[in-house]
């Protein structure tokens, strides 16, 4: 099966990827039937463990969106086990230097590209019949860019031959800036940073995606040139639509 993804980065595409931190194959299912092209289940902040993780990929595979997970680390054998489960394309937070990248690579390329272990498991019913020959080309590699130690090691990062995508996280960039989650969101030392990533990230024709508070903030970071958005995540966007209608109600 190919990777709509892909596809939709070469055709400059906009990219809505969906983020999931509640453990629900019904949720996972929902969110797949909205019109996000990408969902991915959070392993790192999500309160999901591996099982549920399966489910949820599960229900995604019934939806037009294409599967991602977000890994809880640099962990390749957690890696491998959520590519076994049919994930296409893995975010990893906290990358850093170039070895951290091509560790990331090689859990995700089987040899000679990487050091993936072969057991594809559910990533065959997903991908189909000819999953070991288009595996190594349609997973996504994504390192998350997320501390002051990865733009300084932006260059080589982006050098990797595999990482095709990198992905923002603006809030632990923040705190490793010495600055406080949601520093992007105004003038600041974060967002004049995330602005550098793009740029160097656009250079080196890797695509960008971002993690964004809400919708206001993904069309202002479209319009900017990323490739990939986040509108916020479930739990916020569920709070906020309940706390909407408290209010509703009370007025
Ligand atoms: C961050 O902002 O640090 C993230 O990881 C977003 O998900
Ligand atoms: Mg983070």
Same mark, same amino acid.
């Given at each position: 099966?190919? @990777?709509?993804?892909?596809?939709?980065?070469?055709?400059?595409?906009?990219?809505? @990827?969906?983020?999931?931190? #509640?453990?629900?194959?019904?949720?996972? &299912? %929902?969110?797949?039937?909205?019109?996000?092209?990408?969902?991915?289940?959070?392993?790192?902040?999500?309160?999901?463990?591996?099982? $549920? /993780?399966?489910?949820? +990929?599960?229900? #995604?595979?019934? $939806?037009?969106?294409?599967?991602?997970?977000?890994?809880?680390?640099?962990?390749?054998?957690? #890696?491998?086990?959520? +590519?076994?489960?049919?994930?296409?394309?893995?975010?990893?937070?906290?990358?850093?230097?170039?070895?951290?990248?091509?560790?990331?690579?090689?859990?995700?390329?089987?040899?000679?590209?990487?050091?993936?272990?072969?057991?594809?498991?559910?990533?065959?019913?997903?991908?189909?019949?000819?999953?070991?020959?288009?595996?190594?080309?349609?997973?996504?590699?994504?390192?998350?860019? &997320?501390?002051? =130690?990865?733009?300084? @090691?932006?260059?080589?990062?982006?050098?990797?031959?595999?990482?095709?995508?990198?992905? #923002?996280?603006? @809030?632990?960039?923040?705190?490793? +800036?010495?600055? /406080?989650?949601?520093?992007?969101?105004?003038?600041? $030392?974060?967002?004049?940073?995330?602005?550098?990533?793009?740029?160097? /990230?656009?250079?080196?024709?890797?695509?960008? %995606?971002?993690?964004?508070?809400?919708?206001?903030?993904?069309?202002?970071?479209?319009? =900017?040139?990323?490739?990939?958005?986040?509108?916020?995540?479930?739990?916020?966007? +569920?709070?906020?639509?309940?706390?909407?209608?408290?209010?509703?109600?009370?007025?």
């Amino acid at each position: 099966r190919q @990777n709509k993804l892909r596809e939709m980065v070469a055709a400059k595409k906009p990219i809505l @990827n969906a983020w999931l931190s #509640i453990p629900s194959g019904y949720l996972a &299912e %929902g969110a797949g039937h909205q019109g996000f092209h990408s969902i991915t289940i959070d392993l790192q902040h999500g309160m999901i463990g591996f099982e $549920t /993780a399966v489910a949820m +990929l599960q229900a #995604i595979s019934a $939806t037009p969106a294409t599967p991602l997970v977000r890994a809880p680390s640099l962990d390749p054998a957690a #890696i491998m086990q959520l +590519l076994d489960a049919g994930a296409y394309g893995v975010v990893c937070p906290m990358i850093s230097t170039r070895a951290q990248a091509e560790e990331l690579v090689a859990a995700c390329r089987y040899p000679p590209d990487g050091a993936r272990s072969f057991g594809p498991a559910r990533g065959k019913l997903y991908g189909g019949p000819d999953y070991f020959d288009a595996a190594n080309r349609e997973i996504l590699a994504i390192p998350m860019i &997320e501390t002051a =130690e990865a733009v300084e @090691n932006i260059s080589d990062i982006l050098s990797v031959p595999g990482v095709d995508m990198i992905y #923002i996280g603006p @809030n632990d960039l923040a705190l490793d +800036l010495g600055e /406080a989650p949601g520093a992007e969101l105004r003038e600041s $030392t974060t967002s004049t940073t995330i602005a550098q990533i793009l740029d160097r /990230a656009r250079s080196a024709k890797v695509a960008t %995606g971002i993690f964004c508070s809400d919708g206001d903030l993904a069309r202002r970071r479209l319009a =900017e040139g990323f490739d990939l958005v986040t509108p916020g995540n479930d739990f916020g966007v +569920l709070m906020s639509a309940l706390q909407r209608e408290i209010e509703k109600s009370l007025s």
